[in-house]
Structures are given as C-alpha cells and as structure tokens.
C-alpha cells in the first residue's frame, strides 16, 4: 500500500510495556521518526532511527526497525500515565521534505 | 534555542472570509513546512518552503497559499474559508536537508463557523 498504517488504539496499565507497531512504505528512507502529540499540542520529536540500524536505545523508549518488512515499533518500558498521548510514525519522502505520517497510535495508561 | 512558534494559537472565522497564520522557525533552520491536521484526514502535507521559495507542494487547492521572508519566517494564507478548513495547522521546521528531522510548533487551532 502507499499508506503508512499504525494501529489506532492501545491500553496500557502503568508500569507495563507499550509497543506500538508501525508500516512504512518507502524503503530509501534515510530516518525514520515517532512524534508524540499531546492533547491541545503539536508534535513532539520523540526519537528517531537511522534506517542502517536495526534498533536504537533511549532511556525508556526502545525502537526497532525491520527493513525487510518495513515494519517500525517503539517500546515504551514502564509506561506512566504521563505518557497518555497520540504517538505517529513518520517516514520523509525521498528528496524532499514531506513528511508521511500514519493516523496516530493512541495510547492510553490505565493507573 | 528557542523552539518553532506560531501565531495565532486559536482563530475563529466565518466561511468566505480568509486568514493568515505565521511561522518562526528554529533560528538557523531555512525550511518551514505547512502542515494540516483534521480528525478525519490526519495530517497532510500542504508545501514547504526553503529559502523564500516553495519547494514542495503537497495536494490542497489553490486557497492555499504561503510565503517565506528573509528571515525565514513562514505565513500561510487560505482564502475564501470553508467550513471543511477548521483543522490544526502545524508548520514544521528544519535546515532543509533532503529528508532532515522536522520540529513542530504548537500550531494555529483554525474554527471555522
């Protein structure tokens, strides 16, 4: 498909993990991004991936990427409420800046 | 550094009537990038400018419209507002590299009646 395609909901209870999947579409993507919205917010860059890497590490927020399949997650380890919000993978289009982003993951931490 | 901010926060307009919105970018970053984001379509590309010239335009009609100042400030413009309009318009910063990571402001919040 052409579309960058993310599941729409995930419920989480605080302390568990948070994995929220993502499908891209173009492979010559050199970074791939997650941005988070809160309510009433833009988006925030979260972390991001260089496409030559299979995962990256960044305190609680754990990404992997499976280039074969296209397919992006990000780990949330010990969720908190706080992180309660709209969570979009991105990918860029190749040679220029439009930015492709699925429909948002939104996920809520249950205490 | 002082993050991408836009102007106004909320607007509220009548349909026919036309607005302008503003962008400041992340000081040193040349691209702004317009973007719109409505419960039923996400969020869509609308152009990005680079340099005071629009660069990329994404699919959106002719209402809408843009420019880039020297300084690199972004205004984007839609004319003749239709009730399908009312969205949060996010512009985006960046130096303008091909595929350069983006950084939103808290966008314009556009009603319109």
Same mark, same amino acid.
């Not at chain 1, 050199?30 to 988070?36: A, S, V």
């Not at chain 2, 106004?8 to 026919?16: F, N, Q, S, V, W």
């Not at chain 2, 969020?43 to 609308?46: H, P, R, T």
């Given at each position: 498909g052409e579309d960058v395609e993310q599941s729409l909901f995930l419920s989480v209870r605080e302390g568990d993990s948070s994995v929220i999947n993502c499908t891209y579409t173009d492979s010559s993507s050199?970074?791939?991004?997650?941005?988070?919205q809160e309510?009433?917010?833009g988006l925030q860059l979260l972390t991001y991936i260089f496409s030559n890497m299979d995962m990256k590490q960044d305190q609680?927020?754990?990404v992997l990427l499976n280039k074969k399949d296209k397919h992006l997650s990000l780990r949330i380890a010990d969720t908190q409420t706080g992180d309660s919000a709209i969570y979009f993978c991105a990918e860029p289009q190749y040679n220029n800046n439009d930015m492709r982003f699925g429909a948002g993951t939104r996920l809520t931490v249950k205490p | 550094k002082a993050g991408v901010t836009q102007t106004?926060?909320?607007?509220?307009?009548?349909? *026919?009537q036309q607005v302008t919105l503003s962008c400041s970018p992340i000081s040193g970053h040349r691209s702004v990038s317009w973007y719109q984001q409505t419960?039923?379509?996400g969020?869509?590309?609308?152009f990005e400018y680079f340099s005071e010239t629009q660069r990329n335009k994404?699919?959106?009609p002719g209402r809408?419209? *843009?420019r880039q100042f020297s300084n690199s400030r972004s205004e984007m413009n839609v004319s003749t507002l239709e009730l399908g309009d009312s969205a949060l318009y996010l512009c985006a910063s960046s130096l303008g590299r091909s595929q350069e990571t983006q950084y939103f402001g808290p966008g314009t919040r556009l009603l319109v009646l």
């Open positions: 050199t970074y791939l991004y997650w941005y988070k309510p009433g917010a609680r927020l754990t | 106004p926060r909320y607007l509220i307009k009548t349909r *026919g419960p039923g379509q969020l869509q590309f609308l994404g699919n959106f809408f419209s *843009g």
